[in-house]
């Protein structure tokens, strides 16, 4: 006979999960939702930072920022592998009914983004004094750049810790609580830099220490919620800590984690390369071509976040139901992927058609570039369509861990399709055809990925 406490217990366990006793349908519908709120508060917050550093400190220290801004953009994005491979692996296990595979994946996990975070910060040195000697900028706005670095970089352990937390609560359909996780980081991360900034009289250095702090707490919050959720049989299995511990290194386990997160680390570079490079033939067709391809390129940034929600749905849910070997649902979850993609491209496209003046003096007044941008908004479009598949297709293979599924899909679409088409574009100075190779490069991910589904049976 079930006690009082167990029913309390259960009762708190349903309270605490939203997502329990929930159709596949609703529940990708509510990740979705949650998800775009987890990442709609990632440029929200970079916005008050601008804001706050700008209504307290000169205007150069916001171009200094950025500077240092840009490193850790590169930096960091590239490591995002340590949360894509955590989802789908902790996705697997937990529709298998592992348990104890579900928390060995968050260990190892957690072991490599440590060895990682503190190998970046005893590297940092060196990684600052390259990373500014290649940016373009006067020596007082990269002075301004390493200020925020080196008040930042030591977060690097944290930082990393974070991208495995918050996979891991995502492969385990706890969106809610990444949510938790980002909304408690960047608003402390924006009280911060208004304690330093306004009342401290700090500039750069206290946008960085705001940064870093927030992610020391962040990680603390999540270690918290973490053994909150974690029920009592889960932690009863796996306080064995000397079985833990010899399990913990099987090599076979752990060296198929780390191929995966190679495979997803390249596959991202490749990616890295592509946006570089596009950024770079815009900037030699001119500052207004580049200006123009800038404020585009911003719409298909809100446009990636809001796809992304389904994208990690479609992770988190693929992961699960592969591991239940449930691949109707599968199926099921991946066409309201792509109807939720197409649904946010077409409200993205009739926004910018027939409002287009509307929006783009949000960005800018220059009534000069409001026309360019007007005349190359249709190279968009098709990026827009192409890279809604593309993401959805993304998130299925991260889910089911089918990183040099990625990795190879990644590679022929950056040098054997966007880059001959790019190039051409630079050489006859044609910026739409330059969108049209990003498109391209979009199609050919999607079509490559869906070719692999289709030989893995998966229809």
Not at 54 to 65: D, F, L, P, R, W
Not at 401 to 412: C, D, I, Q
Request: aromatic share 16%; charged share 15%.
């Amino acid at each position: 006979m079930v006690g009082a406490k167990e029913v309390f217990h259960l009762k708190l366990w349903r309270i605490v999960n939203p997502l329990v006793n929930r159709s596949v349908t609703n529940r990708f519908f509510l990740l979705t939702f949650l998800n775009i709120l987890s990442n709609i508060t990632i440029p929200l917050a970079g916005i008050m930072d601008t804001a706050i550093l700008g209504n307290y400190s000169e205007s150069i220290y916001i171009a200094g920022v950025s500077l240092g801004t840009v490193l850790f953009d590169y930096l960091y994005w590239g490591f995002g592998f340590l949360r894509m491979g955590t989802t789908g692996t902790t996705a697997i296990k937990t529709g298998q009914g592992d348990s104890e595979g579900v928390y060995l994946v968050l260990f190892r996990s957690l072991l490599i983004a440590v060895s990682i975070g503190s190998t970046i910060f005893i590297l940092s040195p060196w990684i600052a004094s390259w990373g500014f000697s290649i940016m373009a900028g006067s020596e007082e706005l990269k002075e301004i750049g390493r200020s925020y670095f080196a008040h930042r970089i030591w977060d690097a352990p944290f930082t990393m810790m974070n991208l495995v937390l918050i996979g891991w609560f995502l492969g385990r359909s706890r969106s809610d609580l990444v949510l938790v996780l980002t909304f408690f980081s960047n608003g402390l991360n924006i009280l911060l830099d208004i304690y330093f900034i306004k009342e401290l009289k700090m500039s750069a250095d206290g946008v960085g220490l705001a940064t870093g702090l927030s992610q020391v707490f962040q990680f603390v919050l999540g270690m918290f919620l973490l053994f909150m959720i974690s029920r009592r049989k889960e932690i009863s299995e796996i306080m064995d800590w000397e079985s833990i511990r010899k399990k913990l290194f099987y090599k076979s386990e752990f060296l198929q984690l780390l191929s995966f997160n190679k495979d997803i680390f390249l596959r991202t570079a490749f990616l890295i390369v592509t946006f570089s490079l596009f950024r770079n033939f815009s900037a030699s067709m001119g500052s207004e071509i580049l200006t123009v391809n800038t404020i585009l390129l911003q719409f298909m940034l809100v446009f990636a976040f809001f796809v992304d929600g389904s994208a990690f749905a479609t992770e988190t849910l693929a992961g699960d139901l592969y591991g239940r070997k449930d691949y109707r649902e599968l199926q099921s979850i991946l066409r309201l992927g792509f109807i939720f993609g197409f649904l946010v491209s077409f409200v993205f496209i009739f926004l910018l058609e027939f409002f287009p003046g509307e929006i783009i003096s949000l960005i800018t007044r220059d009534t000069e570039i409001i026309g360019l941008v007007l005349e190359n908004q249709w190279g968009l479009y098709p990026v827009l369509l192409f890279g809604s598949v593309a993401f959805v297709y993304d998130g299925l293979f991260l889910g089911i861990v089918k990183g040099r599924s990625l990795r190879n899909s990644m590679f022929l679409a950056t040098f054997l399709v966007f880059i001959p088409i790019a190039i051409y574009s630079l050489q006859i100075e044609n910026n739409l055809l330059l969108w049209h190779a990003l498109a391209c490069f979009m199609l050919a991910r999607a079509i490559t990925l869906a070719w692999v589904k289709r030989q893995m049976g998966l229809n």
